[in-house]
């Protein structure tokens, strides 16, 4: 919703680190194992692309041969010596 924690705190009348530790909290409980696997269902390689992605002329030529989305996702990847020079200083 792009609220931050100073908007946040304003609205709600608590410190930055009240808020942050609430916000941990509930991000905690929402990602813990009960909860994730109970209500969070990922894509199966085989399933087909949905309808709203398909259906859009704005959204379906960037997801048109893709495998899977992320959001936010850190993965650890390396890259060979000889291409690291043309990757530095890339985000």
């Known amino acids: 919703t792009g609220l931050s924690i100073r908007k946040a705190q304003d609205r709600i009348q608590r410190s930055a680190d009240t808020i ?19 209500y969070i269902k990922l894509p199966k390689a085989t399933d087909p692309t949905p309808a709203e992605i398909r259906d859009e002329p704005k959204l379906y030529p960037y997801f048109k041969n893709c495998l899977g989305a992320l959001d936010g996702t850190h993965i650890y990847a390396t890259i060979p010596l000889e291409d690291r020079p043309r990757f530095r200083n890339r985000k």
């Open 20 to 38: 942050s530790k609430c916000f941990r909290r509930i991000v905690d409980a929402l990602t813990s194992m009960p909860v994730y696997s109970a």
